[in-house]
């Protein structure tokens, strides 16, 4: 594998996750899927649905919504994992009213010591025009900033747009040519 950390980066339906998930499968299976998603409607339940079912078989799914660091540390050595998304991670940890830089901090130590193969996916968010409230602001702020800091920490960073990945850092795999 030619990067231990990666982080893909896209908007909305961008193809960010498929592009994480063809990441993963270079390693060996099984590989793990960190899901922070949480189906509060059946919209959302719809989207998850479509997600485990285009994984298919040598995926263990393991949905949680903010313990990250803690679902790491329960892998074995050498895992390759799928965390899939820090926005979502975010938002829960915003909805919640958690300490956002004390958990982003304990987020992105738990990172980058996990020993193993690890892609993080996250959304681009700043792009758009500045939001008209505070809370999405906030979150927008929030997420630029982590998004920062995960792509320091990364090896490869890659975002994805219609499906296409453009190479910010890194180099992308052989397999993936």
Known sequence: MSFQRA?????????????????VTGCPAPWTYIASAQAYDLEMKDRIKTHKDRRGAGWRTVEEPKKIVETLGSLPSGACVLFDCASLWLTNHLLDESDLGAETDRL???????????????????????????????FADAQGILNQRLAADADLVVLVAAGLPLVLKGTLPGYMA
Request: glycine letters at 14%.
């Open 108 to 138: 992105l130590t738990g990172l980058s010591s996990f020993d193993g193969t690890l892609v993080t996916v996250s959304n681009e968010v700043g792009s758009g025009i500045v939001p008209e409230n505070a809370l999405a602001r906030r």
């Open 7 to 23: 982080l893909v980066l896209g908007g909305s339906r961008s193809g960010k996750s498929f592009f994480a998930e063809r990441l």
